[in-house]
């Protein structure tokens, strides 16, 4: 079992920027790929951002690629989301996610675990 805590979300203007935090506890953090989703009201959940286990691949969204930087520290069991110029479309609740499968990245129903989600609003 994973628990997942994120923080750093908040009120930003448009061209920001923001780091969001997740922290994970209970079993070995480094053997779980960790990603982001984020969500809009009335909308589905959509894949942001996945980091690979070990060596840190890294996969982006195509809306936010050269804008967001996904990178993890296994010694302190945390995964960030560096998201840099901002805009308004950006607003959502962003959930940090983790996974031991396989299976396509960008499928919610590839990872086991989710965390409670933070707001980002981005204004004008």
């Known amino acids: 079992q994973v628990q997942l805590v994120e923080s750093g979300g908040g009120l930003v203007q448009a061209g920001g920027s923001l780091r969001l935090s997740c922290a994970a506890s209970?079993?070995?953090?480094?053997?779980?790929?960790m990603g982001w989703f984020r969500q809009t009201p009335g909308k589905e959940r959509a894949f942001v951002a996945r980091?690979?286990?070990?060596?840190?691949?890294?996969y982006y969204t195509d809306s936010v690629k050269d804008r967001f930087t996904i990178s993890r520290d296994d010694a302190k069991n945390t995964v960030y989301l560096q998201m840099s110029r901002l805009k308004p479309e950006d607003t959502a609740v962003y959930y940090c996610?983790?996974?031991?499968?396989?299976?396509?990245?960008?499928?919610?129903?590839?990872?086991?675990?989710w965390g409670r989600g933070t707001q980002v609003t981005v204004s004008q």
């Open positions: 209970g079993r070995t953090f480094s053997a779980y790929a």
């Open positions: 996610v983790a996974t031991t499968n396989g299976g396509t990245i960008y499928y919610q129903t590839t990872y086991d675990y």
């Open positions: 980091i690979s286990r070990g060596a840190g691949d890294t």
